[in-house]
């Protein structure tokens, strides 16, 4: 979905990560750190410090950069 850090795929993950922890880096494909943010968000939200896990899962999705396959030259 995302080409790089500040391409339109990353802002729509970012919003999508603002509204349910997660599901930013569930767009991208990243299904284990999906998974992960929104676990730890719901059980911090317990005591009040899920935000800080809902804040790292904007961030995460907006500044992530995929991998870019290695260039073999001939």
Do not use: C
């Amino acid at each position: 979905m995302s080409a790089g850090q500040g391409s339109a795929g990353n802002v729509i993950a970012a919003l999508a990560s603002f509204f349910v922890p997660g599901l930013g880096q569930l767009l991208q494909g990243r299904f284990l750190k999906a998974l992960v943010m929104f676990v730890l968000a719901a059980v911090l939200w317990l005591i009040l410090l899920g935000w800080i896990i809902h804040l790292w899962s904007i961030l995460d999705a907006a500044l992530f950069e995929p991998r870019t396959p290695p260039r073999y030259y001939a």
